[in-house]
């Protein structure tokens, strides 16, 4: 572990549900359903949302102008906060930069944020421009997006993939022109934890002006180390991660909001940094997130998953009876999951299997007891999907009408 730092430094969250995650195939959010989740992720207190892709679409300006002016301005939960950053993306042309200014104005905090590849795949097979081409864009349209708001965030698309020692000339331009923040997308999800954790480091290091701005993670999953490319990238010096909730996003998704959150807290040794999110509204705002996407959340998934605090094995269920320290490293309650944690299944043990009761209401005999454990074992080994409080009830009314 390494050592905490004297005063640990903010960790700004970025959340890109509403963009990035919205990208998901097959998720399609109405302005409505997108206004509802922006004020949860205020509530929840986020610092900067993505609200959208202001150009996409008609549609796509609509929700982002609304949520700027609906959930921009600040609001009694977040008083010790401020308002929440409002950002919308752009591609680095006029066009565009233009469109997600108009739709964010209206927030009392706003940033545009701007992309450009930077990989030579991307040069070459995408856009078909040369380096020095690249650089001239970044220049050109970074200093147009300045000379309409101070905040401004550059994205060097697919940076994991691209030369070090351009991808440094690159946000040098950005820098120059007016950045303040550095995002480093690894946009495919290629790069592994040591990988990208010496890319922020490189950069850091090796940018002229990296001192004056925040570097940022932006990771994707698809080698499922989103989670560890973005704990990589803080521990190397970047300072703002961008999330999503339940790590929704293209393909295999970004890098979760609630599982990064949830390092930090655990590791305050190993994380110097600090975050202002509200870790109790993880399980409703993934609720919400879930429902609204329609993209179903994983019962094993981390932190939010149906799955992610119950035990249904008889030892862990008879040690975390006796204390929670024994298999438990995070307080359901800490992340908003007040339900029990004990799952009823053949794994179950009878000391689980007498509290359970308890907590039903039922006071048995113990010849009682007796019978309904051996049904309850019988049942269980039936049933795929364990053992609901519906069959206990069942059991319980069938062991006291024939015992
Ligand atoms: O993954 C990516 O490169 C992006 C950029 C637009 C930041 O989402
Ligand atoms: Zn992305």
Known sequence: MAAASASPDKLIIFDTTLRDGEQSPGVTLNTDEKVEIAKQL??????????????????????VQRIAREVGPLTESREHLGPMVICGLARCVEKDIQTAFDAIKDAPRHRIHIFLATSDIHLEHKLKISRSECKQRI?????????????????????GRSDRAFLCEALECAIEA?????????????????EYGSLIKHLCANTRGADKVVF?????????????????????????????????????????????????????????????VNTRLFYSTSRMVED?????????????????FLHESGIHQDGVLKNKLTYEIIRPEDVGVTTGNLAMGKHSGRHAFKTKLADLGYSLSDAQMQAAFEKFKQLADMKKSGVTDGDLHALVADVRSTA
Do not use: W
């Not at 509530?43 to 679409?57: H, M, N, Q």
């Not at 220049?139 to 697919?158: G, Q």
């Not at 994983?298 to 932190?303: D, L, W």
């Open 292 to 308: 609204l996407s329609g993209m179903f959340v994983q019962a094993n998934k981390a932190i939010v998953g149906r799955n992610a």
């Open 42 to 63: 205020s509530r929840l207190g986020v610092d900067i949302i993505e609200a959208g892709f202001p150009v996409a679409s008609p549609g796509d300006f609509n929700a």
């Open 178 to 194: 007016g950045a303040t923040t550095l995002n480093i997308p690894d946009t495919v999800g290629y790069n592994n934890p040591e």
């Open 139 to 159: 220049s050109a349209m970074v200093a147009f997006a300045k000379a309409l708001c101070h905040d401004i965030e550059f994205s060097p698309e697919d940076a």
């Open 216 to 276: 940022s993670t932006h990771c994707h999953n698809d080698l499922g180390l989103a989670t560890a490319n973005t704990l990589a990238g803080i521990t190397n010096g970047a300072r703002q991660i961008e999330v999503t909730i339940n790590g929704i996003g293209e393909r295999a998704g970004n890098t979760s909001l609630e599982e990064v959150v949830m390092n930090v807290h655990t590791h305050p040794q190993t994380y110097p940094v600090y975050h202002t």
